[in-house]
């Protein structure tokens, strides 16, 4: 039985712990520290304790964008999961013709958010917007529809605007599920005369378990960093319903030099996101790793 401390593993280890020690640790403990400070990030500070957490909560910007950020977080799971695991399931076939078909599905992968963002802003952008010239050469809409000026669909047109950007990612993972799943699981129910539908519900879905809650990770936590997209399309407009926490915070800090409380948001979307990993992993029993193929 090998004592005493293992070099090889602690030499393996160290670049990761330097990684993770310089790009979160160091910059977590430095938020924590300015969210103590009443700093313009140019002049002088002042050391003013919990005073900017508190009037962060007091002014009621904090607790609407928290509001808005669960909801572009539930809409992008709504808008992305569902097609995400039926397009990768398609794309898992063996027909030639799909794989065309992914080069397709995976172009938005190739552009950066912010191309992303000024394309869709002038294709919605009301009056001679191409959304607004085809429904209104089918008798559509009046063509001045303003998708990104309208305070009560504003969100979730932006939602839809992510979901276009990051199903491709999504589906991705889900054809390299669907591919691990061995066909002797097909040919069974095939002998049993199931039908795709029920091939589909009682073997791909289920088989596809941890895929599911991979991408569910990556989505609800992703949904906490949204910031380009929605700077380009609406800089968090009209008025603040688009201003989730990264579009706050970023106000907070640089638009209202107000380093503080730019912390405060900063470290509040890093608890969140720790947070919200964890209790997936917790209640989907992720961590237990047990195998889906028992028995197979």
């Given at each position: ?33 300015y969210s103590g400070l009443s700093w313009n990030g140019i002049g002088p500070s002042q050391w003013v304790g919990v005073q900017n957490w508190t009037s962060v909560f007091q ?173 380009v399309t609406t800089e968090g407009g009209p008025g603040n319903s688009t201003t989730i926490l990264p579009m706050d915070m970023y106000k907070e800090a640089f638009l209202d ?40």
């Amino acid at each position: 039985m090998q004592t005493g401390l293992n070099w090889k593993r602690v030499l393996m280890m160290l670049p990761a712990v330097l990684f993770f020690a310089f790009f979160a640790l160091i910059p977590l403990v430095t938020a924590v520290y300015y969210s103590g400070l009443s700093w313009n990030g140019i002049g002088p500070s002042q050391w003013v304790g919990v005073q900017n957490w508190t009037s962060v909560f007091q002014d009621g910007t904090a607790g609407h964008a928290i509001l808005l950020t669960v909801e572009i977080m539930v809409l992008s799971w709504i808008f992305q999961t569902p097609l995400s695991l039926l397009i990768g399931v398609f794309l898992a076939g063996e027909q030639k013709h799909r794989a065309v078909f992914g080069v397709f599905y995976f172009v938005p992968l190739l552009f950066s958010a912010v191309a992303i963002g000024v394309t869709w802003e002038n294709i919605l952008m009301p009056g001679y917007g191409l959304l607004d010239s085809l429904l209104q050469s089918v008798g559509i809409g009046s063509g001045e529809e303003n998708w990104l000026g309208n305070s009560r669909i504003a969100l979730v047109v932006l939602a839809m605007l992510i979901a276009w950007q990051f199903i491709p990612f999504h589906s991705l993972l889900y054809q390299g599920g669907a591919k691990q799943i061995p066909d002797s699981l097909y040919e069974a129910a095939k002998i049993d005369g199931a039908n795709p539908w029920t091939t589909f519900f009682s073997i791909t879905l289920p088989q596809l378990k941890y895929t599911i809650i991979t991408s569910s990770i990556l989505i609800l936590t992703g949904s906490l960093t949204y910031f380009d997209l929605i700077y380009v399309t609406t800089e968090g407009g009209p008025g603040n319903s688009t201003t989730i926490l990264p579009m706050d915070m970023y106000k907070e800090a640089f638009l209202d030099q107000s380093i503080g409380r730019g912390s405060v948001l900063a470290i509040i979307l890093a608890v969140a996101g720790v947070v919200l990993s964890l209790v997936i992993l917790r209640f989907s029993r992720f961590t237990q790793m047990e195998s889906q193929l028992e028995g197979v």
